[in-house]
Nanobody, 120 residues
Framework: VQLQASGGGLAQAGGSLRLSCAAS????????MGWFRQAPGKEREFVAA????????YYADSVKGRFTISRDNAKNTVYLQMNSLKPEDTAVYYC??????????????WGQGTLVTVSS
């Protein structure tokens, strides 16, 4: 599966952004999807994941209650709604796909990143 992330940009602290990740192919619903991020000088970290049907999700503690992951299998797209943004959310955000779903999944397919910058 090939992935294309979009929707990054500049937001003020307390604001919102919605990221999208479009997937190619006819088997999108067979993949669990995830969002990760990498801030300057830091390692990539997990943000959120969603199961094949969208019925199950889980989040990093740092974004729980502020970010929402969702998917539209008819549009082959996964979203990350980011509310109450903080400067520490500034990072390049990546979407990822894998046949497996669960905590610690080693996602096998990655899209290019989209930059999110949050100003204070």
């Amino acid at each position: 599966v090939q992935l294309q992330a979009s929707g990054g940009g500049l937001a003020q602290a307390g604001g919102s952004l919605r990221l999208s990740c479009a997937a190619s192919g006819r088997t999108f619903s067979s993949y669990a999807m995830g969002w990760f991020r990498q801030a300057p000088g830091k390692e990539r970290e997990f943000v959120a994941a969603i199961s094949w049907s969208g019925g199950s999700t889980y989040y990093a503690d740092s974004v729980k209650g502020r970010f929402t992951i969702s998917r539209d299998n008819a549009k082959n797209t996964v979203y990350l709604q980011m509310n109450s943004l903080k400067p520490e959310d500034t990072a390049v955000y990546y979407c990822a796909a894998d046949r497996d779903y669960g905590l610690g999944t080693d996602f096998g397919s990655w899209g290019q990143g989209t930059l999110v910058t949050v100003s204070s």
